[in-house]
């Protein structure tokens, strides 16, 4: 990397701007942190001459190198998840830190640094020399980890790339993804008053409520770890990815089985407990939770809203390939019922599978592998990425088979080795792809 300083500096700059999703204002549909963030990068874009585009409305930004009506894309977002306690993390999650040979800080890895890593590789192509037999746009979602609404508009309003890639997941490349539900659960109220959570893919890590030596002992005999301070109980889990729930721990998960235990009527503690508690892969949910092309499902459950009016319950599920949605969700529905809720759909993400022996899937592994030295086959994932927005995407990088996982949790970081060596096979796939 001929320019690392001018990447480095890039990064801090978009870091620094805090892109949860928030109230939406005029011009920025998702809230003024994600704004800011995108016209950094759209600024950031121009100045290396690119020409740039925002959406009228803030929902979507591209720059572009080259003209012709086809075009390669390059799918990237500006928006993270919220950074949990504050107390979890080491250094200020909005300013990107440099210690040991890594970068820390909220999105260095999702998904900030690796689409300004997959800007810059081309960039330094661009600058020795190589000409492009199509131009390539870098598309900037602001919605992905919530509703995907910044893609829906871009599908809406654009022409669509004849072939690309998201760089928001793992090498060699991800060829299919799981399908991904977002279920809410709705019945009658209870007598327990309760409401945490934060978003769908992530796994809780912590939950709070009033101490008392009954829970306390129900949480010790469902192996949880917990705390007392000022009064209450802390629940302690662990962070991860929806996609990942074997990773992490589900603090409302162990609360709400210890509701249950501790003699609270509550048909949302009774279905967490019976249904979710020891069942990260939806086995205690439905008759066959797994395929042989893409493995197990896998459910979080992510928000909770418990009063005296009404009982709700969100959930993140991904689903195998194979799967039928409308068997699926009948099903659902079904145990749903079993303890009075109904069962709503609030987004749906249809699973995707991509031909292995397309050029598109050919050339980026033969990128991967000419770099890495790395034989590790094409992957199926339960992530849902940008590859699915569009047809002939794929997820690729930047995270290796070896690397360590931290999007999403408190100190999110990368080792700048690592992303040396993802810069360089973004180099090697663009010059397959798009050189001429």
């Known amino acids: 990397m001929k320019n690392k300083e001018g990447f480095l500096h890039s990064l801090q700059e978009l870091v620094a701007y805090p892109s949860v999703k928030g109230a939406a204002q005029e ?11 995108l016209e950094a990068a759209l600024a950031q874009a121009a100045r290396a001459g690119f020409k740039t585009y925002i959406d009228p409305d803030g929902y979507y930004g591209y ?129 327990v008053n309760y409401k945490a959570g934060g978003a769908l893919n992530v796994v809780p890590s912590e ?37 990942r729930v074997e990773d992490g721990i589900n603090a409302l998960v162990l609360l709400l089985s210890a509701f249950h ?13 019976e249904r979710l508690y020891g069942a990260h892969f939806g086995e205690k949910l439905l008759r066959i939770s797994e395929d042989d092309l893409s493995g ?28 039928d949605y409308d068997e699926l969700i009948d099903e659902l529905r079904q145990v749903a019922l079993l303890y009075g809720f109904e069962l709503d759909v609030t987004s749906h993400l249809a699973p995707i599978y991509i031909d292995r022996e397309g050029e598109l899937v050919q050339s980026l592994l033969a990128a991967y592998r000419k770099v890495s030295g790395d034989d ?24 290796f088979p070896w690397s360590e996982s931290t999007e999403h949790q408190p100190n999110e970081r990368v080792k700048m080795e690592e992303f040396e060596m993802a810069f360089n096979i973004y180099k090697e796939a663009f010059r397959n792809l798009v050189g001429k």
């Open 27 to 37: 011009g920025a549909p998702f809230g003024r942190g994600i704004q800011d963030s």
């Open 63 to 191: 720059s572009q190198f080259g003209e012709g009506e086809d075009y390669f894309g390059v799918l990237g977002h500006l928006d993270v998840v919220p950074i949990g306690s504050r107390d979890d993390w080491k250094n200020d999650p909005f300013t990107m830190v440099q210690e040991e040979g890594y970068l820390y800080g909220r999105g260095v890895s999702d998904d900030k640094g690796p689409t300004l890593l997959a800007f810059y590789a081309l960039c330094e192509l661009l600058e020795e020399g190589m000409e492009l037999k199509m131009p390539v746009r870098f598309i900037y979602g602001t919605d992905e980890e919530s509703g995907w609404q910044c893609m829906e508009r871009y599908v809406e309003s654009e022409k669509h790339p004849i072939m690309g890639f998201t760089p928001d997941s793992g090498f060699p490349l991800v060829y299919a993804e799981k399908g991904v539900l977002n279920l809410r659960l709705s019945g009658k109220g209870s007598d």
């Open 207 to 243: 939950a709070l409520y009033p101490f008392s030596d009954s829970l306390a002992e129900h949480l010790k005999a469902l192996g949880a770890e917990t705390l007392e301070k000022d009064g209450n109980l802390h629940v302690l889990g662990k962070n991860s990815h929806a996609a």
């Open 261 to 273: 235990g501790d003699g609270k009527e509550s048909p949302a503690a009774l279905f967490v407990k």
């Open 296 to 323: 197990k499902a896998s459910v979080n459950l992510g928000r909770v809203d418990l009063s005296a009016e009404e009982e709700i319950l969100e959930l993140d599920m991904r689903y195998p390939v194979s799967f």
């Open 376 to 399: 590790t086959p094409a992957q199926i994932s339960g992530g849902a990425t940008y590859a699915r927005a569009m047809e002939n995407l794929v997820a690729f990088g930047p995270s």
